[in-house]
């Protein structure tokens, strides 16, 4: 008669023969090592099963001499690396760019309407506030010039013609009615000469211009380095028009856009390296600032970093930029191959230090917090003990009664810096827990 244990091994060979038929591993030598093992075990547990053994305790010791056959097979097929401590965490990559604040950059122009007679700079060129961009031309200002030196001229005349009228009219050679409209002529003339005057110093002000002449030079409002010349010379070019890029190295900043769900990540340790296109060598950056607020449409939120020291940002140079931080205690570095999806969580296979050689890695759910080059940055989740490895080593379940293990599943749930995780084998040994745990569930296991 079959026994349940007869029945286990039966049934657990056959589910391990179907995951490695089913998979790319059936062309390894592992896996045709497998299946002679669990063929070799539903042989001999069948023939055993239809009268063919040597007793019950015969069976039995079959039975168990078989799994601790394939157990060991698993084990010797194994490979682990140490786990070690994370230093930094990567949290993502983003595209990044060189770009002026506000208060580093100048897109300047002449302040009235006029031509480019003459540019005094070129690209690349350093300026410092209030040295001179260009020479310009204003009709405006002509205009206004031939305005007030006009209304000079009629005010000169007019007030001649009142002193020989007030001579007259003392000698009786005139009537005082023409005294009065004079009088009235040389007032209305002063007005607008006045009004000529104070207009034409407001655009002399407003252009940068130094003297009543229409062709003055035009300024750098800031100190840095001329980025683009955008009016050609000889052209006409209106009030504010942006015919010069001026930015100021010194203050340029590398900006990234933080998607919403990583800006709880982004703190004032959070760190930057910026890759240009085209360098050799990245920048590695710190935080400036953040905008206040989300843009609407992209649902991102711009951030500015800048570096340390030197080297500056070269300003419209694009490339990548990683976000990392410093990691903290607890967390993990371990290799990317080593984590893998079980029983609805990500897992790592650990063999603590003081282990037994002998014994099968258990599965720790972790939480995965970033990269760090090839490798997965991680901490443990702390969540309930993974089940028990169902093989001839589990121990029977508890009474009832019997209290549970507090400190036992801590251990269990948890790993530290100098354990091992499993690298090589690692669909093996999932395999290998899944089909014991299938057993276990119908009953007929351990």
């Known amino acids: 008669m079959t026994t349940p244990r007869q029945t286990g091994a ?19 030598a592992l896996a045709r090592t497998m299946l002679v093992i669990t063929t070799l075990a539903l042989t ?29 097979t698993v084990l010797r097929r194994l490979g682990f690396e140490p786990i070690t401590p994370a230093s930094r965490v990567g949290l993502a990559v983003l595209l990044a760019q060189g770009v002026a604040p506000p208060e580093g950059e100048a897109l300047t122009g002449p302040a009235v309407d006029g031509r480019i007679v003459e540019w005094l700079v070129r690209p690349g060129d350093a300026v410092a506030a209030g040295q001179p961009l260009a020479l310009v031309t204003s009709d405006r200002v002509s205009a206004l ?7 000079r001229r009629d005010l000169q005349a007019q007030r001649a013609l009142l002193e020989r009228a007030r001579e007259e009219v003392t000698a009786g050679y005139r009537p005082r009615a023409d005294l009065e409209a004079l009088e009235s002529t040389v007032a209305r003339l002063e ?3 006045h009004a000529a005057a104070r207009e034409q110093r407001a655009v002399r ?11 003055w030079a035009w300024t750098s409002p800031i100190s840095g380095v001329v980025a683009r010349l955008g009016c ?44 240009p296109e085209g360098a050799a060598t990245p920048i590695d950056l710190r935080l400036l600032r953040c905008a206040p607020v989300l843009d609407p449409a992209s649902r991102t939120r711009s951030c500015d970093f800048v570096p340390d020291a030197t080297p500056a940002i070269l300003i419209g140079s694009s490339g990548t930029g990683r976000l990392h931080r410093a990691a903290t205690s607890g ?116």
């Open 10 to 28: 039966t049934r657990r060979g056959a589910a391990l023969i179907t995951v490695l038929a089913r998979t790319a591993l059936a062309r390894t």
């Open 44 to 72: 001999v547990t069948t023939l055993t099963a239809c009268g063919h053994g040597h007793g019950h305790g015969d069976d039995e010791a079959a039975a168990e001499e078989l799994e601790r056959l394939s157990e060991a």
């Open 232 to 275: 050609s010379q000889g052209a006409s070019v209106q009030a504010g028009e942006p015919c010069a890029h001026v930015v100021d190295p010194a203050l340029a900043a590398v900006r990234v856009a933080v998607p919403q769900q990583l800006q709880a990540l982004v703190t004032a340790d959070t760190r930057l390296t910026y890759h």
């Open 145 to 151: 010039a031939a305005r007030v030196s006009g209304t």
């Open 331 to 446: 967390e993990l570095r371990v290799p990317e191959l080593a984590l893998v999806s079980f029983e609805g969580q990500r897992v790592v296979f650990v063999r603590r230090q003081g282990d037994p050689p002998d014994a099968l890695p258990e599965p720790v759910p972790v939480v995965e917090l970033g990269r760090a080059g090839s490798d997965v940055i991680v901490r443990p989740a702390n969540s309930t003990r993974p089940p028990p490895i169902p093989h001839t080593t589990t121990p029977a379940p508890a009474p009832a009664h019997q209290e549970h293990d507090t400190h036992e599943d801590t251990e269990s749930s948890t790993f530290a810096a100098g354990d091992q995780v499993l690298v090589r084998g690692v669909f093996l040994l999932k395999s290998w827990y899944l089909i014991g745990m299938g057993e276990d569930g119908d009953g007929h296991g351990h």
């Open 191 to 193: 007005a607008e000469s």
């Open 205 to 215: 002000t407003l252009a940068g211009a130094s003297t009543d002449t229409s062709t």
